[in-house]
């Protein structure tokens, strides 16, 4: 990224412009090749010492200003150097990387940040290892099979001259020996030709004494190279061996991935229905709450009530108190007129007997105490109706006061019994509402969990493509290997029947004679 395309950037820091097209274009594509969500650029505000983002690679509708809470951007741009940390981010481990934008003179302008998943570097890192054997194993055969190619043409190059001496000693060996030993010459030019024949002969003695030292060297060369090409063709064996284990291996893997894949994907059915029944007894659950809180209020406003019922029987029966004591006291004001009338009733009929003593001139007397003596016979009868009245007055409010008494100490009991059913009401309510509570965490914790199950599906998916490809690729390893080994078979019968011509050239140049 060049760091005048972020200066322009930082002066006009405007979506349309053609450096943030740029940088985003710069971000996007190394958040897609690396399966990257969270890369972007930040700066540091001069004024505030806050982290600020400025363009997000993997979603463009995120706003250039907003804050950003971490404390490695600032360590990065005050230390000009790569700074990594595993932190917490949305509830998941993952590494943070920042690495500071610096101008030609080497000042910090900004950040360059992206987090990676620990589970994904993991995998990474896991796919990284298996790729890294595979090419071991390709390196390996490849340098196998270009040993066995350079021995090949390195021995060819060596044999071939043999095979082009050999024909030239046999063809002089049939020359001299197809010479005509009676031909006869002079005296002088004979012994020059027979002194020239000798020499030749000496020479050839020691060019194919020579020859045979020279054949012994290449025999033991041949020899050393086919112990050598036969501990190849057991490398090569053994690597094949190798090879078809981790290619049976990675089958089973293969086959347990598939395996796993399948219990992932029940497990995740299984979690769905277990969240969508959690979602209906959360329903149900709000429902019973609203019914809890419904019904305390209907009691609360019940209680209120009862309480002012209590409060009138309080004030009734002291009212019937008050009624008891005035019929006493009426009572006792009819005895003492039953008295009063009793007495009059007396003095009437004296006032009769008196009135007879006295004959006519006590007759009007007697009439005014006979009067006197049927008012006083009716008061008596009046007063003691009004007694026997008074009497059952006093029961009816001795009744009613007991059944008032009866009906407040019955409201009382139901009043305390409301409030201990109000108390458990609440509690119900307050357990219901926890119980709510804790099913919206599990709730979202089995979304969370669900989520979770959708990668690790993704992720198993995509590891169990990796691995055909991986079996696909030993499959053809383990093919390549049996020709290498088929060809090193080949090299090796060459090897033998390359021995076995050198063995007879060697034959051949012990039984030459001359």
């Known amino acids: 990224m060049d760091s005048n395309t972020y200066k322009n950037f930082i002066e006009n820091p405007i979506k349309t412009s053609e450096s943030y097209k740029g940088l985003f274009q710069y971000l996007n594509t190394y958040s897609t090749n690396l399966n990257i969500k969270n890369i972007y650029i930040s700066k540091i505000d001069e004024k505030t010492g806050k982290e600020l983002l400025l363009i997000h690679g993997s979603d463009e509708s995120l706003p250039i200003g907003d804050p950003i809470i971490t404390k490695l951007g600032t360590k990065s741009f005050r230390l000009k150097r790569v700074v990594c940390e595993k932190v917490i981010h949305n509830n998941q481990n993952t590494y943070s990387f920042y690495s500071p934008i610096l101008d030609s003179t ?4 900004g950040l360059l940040a992206f987090k990676i998943p ?11 290892i298996l790729s890294n054997i ?16 350079i021995s090949t043409v390195a021995l060819w190059n060596i044999l071939k001259p043999i095979y082009i001496i050999k024909n030239q000693v046999v063809a002089l060996s049939n020359k001299i020996l197809s010479i005509n030993k009676n031909i006869s010459f002079s005296g002088y030019e004979f012994n020059c030709i027979q002194q020239l024949l000798v020499k030749s002969i000496d020479i050839i003695k020691k060019f194919i004494l020579n020859l045979i030292i020279y054949l012994e060297y290449i025999k033991f060369s041949i020899a050393k190279t086919k112990v050598n090409s036969i501990e190849i063709i057991h490398k090569i064996k053994s690597t094949n061996s190798t090879i078809t284990n981790v290619s049976k291996s990675t089958e089973d893997v293969n086959l347990k991935v ?8 029940n497990f995740a059915d299984n979690i769905l229905e277990i969240r969508n029944e959690i979602k209906e007894t959360l329903d149900s659950n709000i429902l019973a709450t609203n019914i809890c809180q419904n019904n305390n209020n209907l009691l609360n406003i019940f209680l209120m009530e009862i309480s002012t019922l209590i409060k009138k029987f309080k004030i009734e029966q002291i009212e019937c108190k008050k009624l008891k004591f005035l019929s006493d006291k009426i009572n006792k004001i009819l005895s003492d007129i039953l008295n009063i009338t009793n007495e009059t009733k007396l003095l009437s009929l004296n006032a009769s007997i ?5 004959g006519e001139h006590g007759k009007s007397f007697g009439v005014i105490a006979k009067e006197i003596g049927e008012l006083s016979q009716n008061i008596i009868k009046s007063t003691s109706y009004i007694q026997q009245t008074l009497v059952k007055i006093s029961d009816t409010i001795n009744s009613l006061n007991k059944e008032s008494i009866e009906i407040f100490e019955t409201f009382k009991v139901h009043s305390e019994n409301s409030k201990i059913f109000i108390s458990n009401l609440s509690e119900m309510y307050t357990s219901v509402k ?3 509570n804790f099913l919206k965490n599990i709730s979202f914790f089995t979304d969370k969990i669900s989520n979770k199950n959708n990668t690790l599906i993704d992720s198993i998916t995509s590891l169990s493509s990796s691995s055909s490809y991986n079996l696909n690729s030993i499959k053809q390893i383990e093919n390549l290997i049996t020709k290498i080994n088929d060809n090193a078979l080949t090299f090796k019968n060459s090897f033998e029947s390359l021995n076995n011509t050198i063995s007879q050239i060697k034959s ?3 039984e030459f004679k001359l």
């Open 508 to 510: 051949d140049l012990n």
């Open 106 to 109: 080497g000042k910090s302008i």
């Open 354 to 358: 008196v009135a007879i003593s006295a």
């Open 258 to 265: 598939h395996i796993l894949k399948d219990e992932i994907k």
């Open 118 to 128: 620990t589970h994904t570097l993991s995998y990474r890192n896991g796919f990284k």
């Open 134 to 149: 595979f090419f071991i194993i390709l390196c390996s055969v490849f340098f196998i099979a270009l040993y066995i190619y």
């Open 434 to 436: 926890d119980i709510t």
